[in-house]
Every structure is written in structure tokens, then in C-alpha cells.
């Protein structure tokens, strides 16, 4: 990671800049948000588990090759300790900038962590749903 990375003063921030790295299928900005650290771990929407910045960057080089995603949060919910913050989120997946309904749907859970850096992300597990549709749950229903 370059050491002159945007400082993120909060978690939101580095959520909203990992869904523009992937809708501008931008490798570089997306592992800079990434902690400096070799332990951060990555599982893809297929089931590949990462570690470590090469081969984070490697399967985002591979999942961004063919098209951007854009990810339209459905669900969040969050929590967060001086630190530390979790993020389990719902979102549609579309494949198009003006594309109106969703090619499928993730269950994304974040993991940040605060350090001299500002917030960056240590691990990122990514599935798709099981649902062909999704309606917005009345009550949260917890990290997957």
C-alpha cells in the first residue's frame, strides 16, 4: 500500500470508497483501502479465500477484468467499538451504470479497523445470496 493513501476519518468512508473502486474497476484505490498488514483475508463471491495484498489484488484484477460492479446497498447494519467496525450489508449487483434491476444479490461482511492510517479494511467475505429477490428484512438478521 502506498504510504500516502487517503486517511479515512470513518468506516462510511471507506465503504463508499471500496463500492467506487469496484464501479471504476480501479485495482490500485481498492487495496489502498486495504490495512498495511499481511494478515487481511478476502473470500470472493465464488469461494476463493485470499491473504495478504498480492493476492487480494490478484483476484480483484481477476473479478474487475471482464466489468465494473455496481453495489446498491440493500441492508446494512453495522457495529462499531473505539476502533473497530463490522458491517453486514445486503447489496444488489448490477453490471451496467444504467442498469434497473439487479443481476444478483451479495451478502458482504466488512471488517474495519482504525489505525495510523485512518479506517482501512482487514477482511472482506463476500457470497452470493440464495435469494432471486430480496425484500427488505423487518428485523436485522446478523453477521454471515
Not at 470472493?44 to 446497498?73: C, D, N, T, V
Not at 453495522?78 to 447489496?91: K, M, V
Not at 451504470?97 to 461482511?109: G, H, R, S
Request: aromatic share 6%; with cysteine.
Amino acid at each position: 500500500m502506498t504510504k500516502l493513501a487517503r486517511l479515512f476519518h470513518n468506516a462510511d468512508e471507506v465503504v463508499d470508497a471500496w463500492r467506487d473502486a469496484l464501479r471504476h474497476r480501479d485495482v490500485k484505490s481498492a487495496l489502498d483501502i486495504w490495512l498495511d498488514d499481511d494478515s487481511i483475508t478476502c473470500v470472493l463471491p465464488e469461494g476463493h479465500r485470499l491473504s495478504g495484498h498480492a493476492e487480494i489484488r490478484k483476484g480483484l484484477e481477476r473479478l474487475l477484468s471482464k466489468q465494473p460492479l455496481f453495489l446498491e446497498p440493500i441492508a446494512c447494519i453495522s457495529h462499531s467499538i473505539p476502533g473497530a467496525a463490522i458491517y453486514d450489508t445486503t447489496e444488489a449487483v448490477h453490471l451496467r451504470a444504467d442498469q434497473v434491476e439487479a443481476e444478483f444479490f451479495l451478502n458482504i461482511t466488512l471488517v474495519l479497523l482504525q489505525d495510523s492510517q485512518g479506517w482501512r479494511i482487514a477482511h472482506l467475505h463476500a457470497s452470493r445470496s440464495t435469494e432471486d429477490t430480496f425484500d427488505a428484512p423487518s428485523t436485522p438478521h446478523g453477521l454471515h
